[in-house]
C-alpha cells in the first residue's frame, strides 16, 4: 500500500534551517508529483510546494519564496523540503501527499503522518 514517511522536523531557532525527508514506498514513485503541505496550529493545511515527475516546482505560498525549496531522489523514492532562515510563522506539522498523477495540478490522495517543526527561542 501506499506508504509516505516525514522526517527531519524539529525545534529550531528562528533564523535556522532544517531539511525534511518524505520517504515513499508502496507505489512507482517516479510516476507521481509529490508536495509538501503544513498545518499550524487551528489553521486548515495549506499547500507550500510540489514537485512534479519532470522535477518541476510549483510554490503555493509567497512566504516561503526564497526560504524554501523542493527536490525529489527518485533513485531512493525521497522527497525533500529544505526550509531556511525560519520564523516562528513557519511552525507547523508539515506533510508530505502524493499527487494523483504527473504533474502538481492533480489532488493529492495519500497522505504522511506528518513531521512537527517548532521554530522558538
Known amino acids: 500500500q501506499v506508504q509516505l514517511v516525514e522526517s527531519g522536523g524539529g525545534l529550531v531557532q528562528p533564523g535556522g534551517s532544517l531539511r525534511l525527508s518524505c520517504a515513499a514506498s508502496?507505489?512507482?514513485?517516479?510516476?507521481?508529483?509529490i508536495g509538501w503541505y503544513r498545518q499550524a496550529p487551528g489553521k486548515e493545511r495549506e499547500k507550500i510546494l510540489c514537485?512534479?515527475?519532470?522535477?518541476?516546482?510549483?510554490l503555493y505560498r509567497d512566504s516561503v519564496k526564497g526560504r524554501f525549496s523542493i527536490s525529489r531522489d527518485d533513485a531512493n523514492n525521497t522527497v525533500y523540503l529544505q526550509m531556511t532562515s525560519l520564523k516562528a510563522e513557519d511552525t507547523a506539522v508539515y506533510y508530505c501527499?502524493?499527487?494523483?498523477?504527473?504533474?502538481?495540478?492533480?489532488?493529492?490522495?495519500?497522505w504522511g503522518q506528518g513531521t512537527q517543526v517548532t521554530v522558538s527561542s
Open positions: 514537485i512534479s515527475t519532470g522535477h518541476g516546482t510549483t
Open positions: 508502496g507505489f512507482t514513485f517516479d510516476y507521481y508529483a
Open positions: 501527499g502524493r499527487r494523483s498523477g504527473r504533474g502538481c495540478y492533480a489532488p493529492a490522495d495519500s
